[in-house]
């Protein structure tokens, strides 16, 4: 069974960086996709950046430019670089993972909660001014 695990949170300024990772684990085959989402408090869980491992990445448009999906695959762990954060990026942030894709889908997909059936605990992101 897959199981993630989030670090790298933590409270910064805003204009400043933070660099999240997600270790999967228990499973040796390389998952299909895995995203970041986030959810402030009060507000539905959003996606931030997907990536389809040896594929494409997409992000939300607010973080475009400023946040990067990448993935170690020899390490199994995800990464998202956060740079010129601001207040409004303050949330729990989450990985997600998939393990295959359907037969068709579309791009939009992949930043979607319900695309995704495992996912971690979440580290807490917090952005002041």
Not at 33 to 61: C, H, N, P, T
Request: proline share 5%; aromatic share 10%; hydrophobic share 35%.
């Amino acid at each position: 069974q897959v199981q993630l695990v989030e670090s790298g949170g933590g409270s910064v300024q805003a204009g400043g960086s933070l660099r999240l990772s997600c270790v999967d684990s228990g499973s040796t085959n390389t998952p299909y996709a895995m995203a970041w989402f986030r959810q402030a408090a009060g507000k539905e869980r959003e996606g931030v950046a997907a990536l389809v491992i040896g594929g494409q990445s997409v992000y939300l448009d607010s973080v475009k430019g400023r946040f990067t999906v990448s993935r170690d695959n020899a390490k199994h762990t995800l990464y998202l670089q956060m740079n010129s954060l601001k207040p409004e990026d303050t949330a729990i942030y989450f990985c997600a993972e998939r393990s295959s894709a359907p037969p068709y889908y579309h791009t939009s997909a992949l930043l979607l909660p319900s695309w995704y059936p495992n996912w971690g605990q979440g580290t807490q992101v917090t952005v002041s001014t």
